[in-house]
């Protein structure tokens, strides 16, 4: 039986960064991705976005970031990364998706239908796109109109001369409204909470403070939350149009939803055709529920470094909470190649040490 040293899932930002740094040191390792193309989850974002429109990508280690600019983000940062696997040789497999990871005493046992790898250490960078988050409203199943969510967003014609409602308080929604408002017949836009706006004196301090927020409910084993929910939103040149139209005046959460619109709490109706929810996702973990990795407060708690999972050194969170960012990733994926070194260094002591 082949074992590896270090087995990743997932090859986007995180699982790319992870693999580069893996292989810099040295450790046996394989990188498992559930794609058919290169790319991670960009190669799925919506065909309006584009590399002007995203807030930034950092580079790749050891790269230059892709250029900003009116190219489409779903095919400017899979070229990217798909040219980045084959500069560096990192040993991607796709398409490969991972079903569940078991522990057999020391090793680590990762399946895939009938296919299975062996390995030390893993290091987890499934992202969260393929885990969409939809919460349950009264009256959700009665509505006749369109619902969909911000992961199956088809663009800003889908929805001209159309009343659409918009739910959600992060990124997502305020560039949808930008999109959609010029050209619907009317837009809606419900948040449970009060959006938090970035203000003029946000600096690349008050950033690191607002990551540090979702540092510190890691560390203590809290779900975390979304980054930019702690960063604060922005309205940009592209989104100014929606802004004249008064799409980015905020409502509170409607009480339930009705056949044909939705029951807002002062017992007003808003007719809408359309509900967009942009209500974020939530970390793609389940094939890790065989290692029992959760704290009793519903997340997964990290180390102070922020991806060696400490219910079981062996494994490595990336792209997960803090790290949920490109930038973020980056850095996670050096953090996790020095955390499985530490742990195969220790495994080894403690071999020398039975076999002497
Ligand atoms: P992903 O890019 O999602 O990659 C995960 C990979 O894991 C995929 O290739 C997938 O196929 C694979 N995978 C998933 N499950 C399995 C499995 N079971 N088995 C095997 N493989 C699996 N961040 C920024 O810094 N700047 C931005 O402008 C920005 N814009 C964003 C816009 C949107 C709409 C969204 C949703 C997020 C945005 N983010 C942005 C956040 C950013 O995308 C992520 O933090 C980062 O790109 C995620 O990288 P990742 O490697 O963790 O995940």
């Known amino acids: 039986m082949d074992i590896l040293d270090s087995a990743v899932i997932g090859a986007g930002q995180a699982g790319l960064s992870a693999s580069y740094h ?3 040191r040295g450790i046996d390792h394989v990188v498992l991705d559930a794609d058919p193309e290169p ?3 960009w190669q799925h974002r919506w065909d309006s976005l584009t590399m002007r429109d995203v807030h930034g990508i950092a580079a790749l280690p050891d790269s230059d970031a892709p250029a ?6 779903n095919a400017v940062v899979p070229a990217y990364f798909d040219a980045y696997e084959r500069a560096h040789r990192l040993p991607v497999l ?3 998706r991972v079903d569940r990871v078991e522990s057999t005493g020391d090793l680590l046992v990762v399946h895939a239908g009938d296919r299975t790898w062996t390995a030390r250490t893993i290091v987890n960078a499934t992202g969260t796109w393929t885990q969409p988050h939809l919460p349950y409203y009264p009256g959700i199943g009665d509505f006749r109109g369109e619902q969909l969510h911000t992961r199956d967003y088809p663009g800003p014609e889908h929805f001209r001369g159309r009343r659409v409602v918009v739910v959600g308080g992060g ?3 305020v560039q949808l409204l930008g999109e959609v408002a010029p050209v619907a017949a009317g837009t809606l836009w419900v948040t449970r909470r009060e959006p938090v706006w970035r203000s003029d004196d946000f600096t690349p301090d008050r950033g690191r403070e607002a990551v540090a927020l979702v540092e510190d409910r890691v560390r203590r084993g809290l779900p975390p939350t979304s980054v930019v929910s702690v ?7 592209q989104e100014l149009a929606a802004e004249r139209l008064g799409a980015y005046e905020r409502h509170p959460m409607f009480v339930r939803i009705e056949a044909d619109g939705v029951r807002m709490p002062d017992g007003s109706r808003w007719p809408a055709d359309a509900i967009v929810w942009a209500t974020g996702f939530r970390p793609a973990i389940g094939h890790l529920a065989p290692l029992r990795l959760r704290s009793t407060h519903g997340g997964i708690q990290l180390d102070h ?3 060696t999972v400490l219910a079981d050194p062996r494994v490595q969170l ?5 790290s949920a960012s490109t930038i973020g990733a980056n850095r996670a994926g050096r953090a996790a190649a020095r955390g499985v070194a530490t742990w195969l260094d220790r495994a080894r002591v403690a071999e020398d040490v039975s076999t002497a």
């Open 22 to 24: 893996l292989t810099r």
């Open 39 to 41: 790319g991670g989850a």
């Open 68 to 73: 900003d600019g009116a190219g489409q983000a």
């Open 94 to 96: 796709r398409p490969v």
């Open 171 to 173: 990124a997502s929604a």
């Open 231 to 237: 960063t604060g939103l922005v309205l940009r040149e």
């Open 305 to 307: 470094a922020g991806t």
């Open 318 to 322: 990336v792209g997960y909470g803090p």
